[in-house]
């Protein structure tokens, strides 16, 4: 049983200080993110896919007993029509994958928002968009994701701050013990507990997953048995957590080198174009002086 530290955000972040210009393919990236993909047999039984015969594999559809309920591609229209602007392929690709995955999440039946789902989202959307070129195009960015899953982007945001707050302030003892405890974010980690337990009105996700370890690295509780008893607090299976979590640190580890070998790329092409843009003004400057040493010359 590894221990949470060995998942710490910094450690992620840590790369090789010599390294080749090989930046992984977004195609590359959207592959190694195959953690955040449910297993399809599940996914036919609880959201009812269907796939077309005649269309291209990649073309799912999303049934339910909702007559509202929206196909894949319109959740993915609806995200392009509300952010129109170009975004990096390095992101956005693994955003496409993101919002596709999240659609199956959103719409299956047993599918009920809570505040550590969203927290877990957060964290990965922050991760993944760190170093974009523009932070009000991050933030409108992620409006428009997730008002094109028909959910709040401030009540994720509100959340998620909430979550955070509340687990800087524990202890590894305290984080676990959140049941004797009253309070709002105690509330909402037993109501999850609750449901959990019942095995029948609660859907496990990746991003659960990923807003536990989140609180656990904001409490600093790095023992090996917190993960453990903070899962059997909460009646989630810890081996599913575990996995999910290793899928995730794999990731990012990926993403943060393909970001900052694609960063280290971009510099050398901009310092190439600058020399080449001198280079004239430097012959200029040459023949000038040859010109007038030849004028003195005579």
């Known amino acids: 049983m590894a221990a949470v530290s060995s998942l710490s955000f910094p450690a992620i972040g840590q790369t090789s200080g010599d390294r080749k210009l090989n930046v992984p393919s977004p195609r590359y990236l959207a592959s190694n993110f195959e953690g955040f993909r449910f297993r399809t047999s599940l996914l036919y039984q609880s959201v009812g896919l269907r796939t077309s015969t005649t269309a291209s594999p990649s073309v799912v559809y999303c049934m339910s007993t909702a007559t ?20 990096p392929s390095v992101y956005n690709t693994v955003l496409q994958e993101l919002i596709v995955q999240q659609h199956l999440m959103r719409y299956k039946k047993t599918y009920r928002y809570d505040a550590v789902f969203a927290l ?3 964290t990965v959307y922050d991760q993944l968009m760190e170093g974009y070129p523009s932070d009000e195009d991050r933030d409108a960015i992620f409006q428009a994701y997730i008002n094109a899953l028909k959910e709040d982007p401030q009540q994720y945001r509100a959340d998620a701050q909430k979550l955070e707050e509340w687990a800087r302030a524990q202890t590894s003892s305290s984080l676990v013990e959140f049941s004797s405890r009253d309070g709002e974010v105690e509330a909402i980690l037993k109501d999850i507990a609750e449901r959990a337990g019942s095995k029948g009105s609660f859907s496990y996700s990746r991003f659960f997953a990923i807003g536990l370890f989140r609180l656990l690295e904001l409490a600093n509780a790095t023992e090996p048995t917190v993960l453990e008893k903070l899962c059997a607090a909460l009646n989630i299976d810890k081996r599913s957590v575990d996995r999910d979590l290793d899928v995730y640190r794999n990731l990012l580890s990926k993403l943060v080198q393909a970001k900052e070998l694609l960063k280290e790329y971009v510099d050398r092409e901009k310092k190439k174009r600058e020399e080449r843009s001198e280079s004239p003004k430097a012959n200029e400057a040459v023949k000038k002086c040859s010109g007038e040493y030849q004028y003195l010359s005579q």
Do not use: H, N, W
Not at 68 to 87: G, H, M, Q, W
């Open 120 to 122: 877990g989202f957060v």
């Open 68 to 87: 509202d309920t929206p196909t894949v591609s319109e959740t993915k229209s609806s995200f392009l029509k509300a952010y129109k602007r170009p975004i």
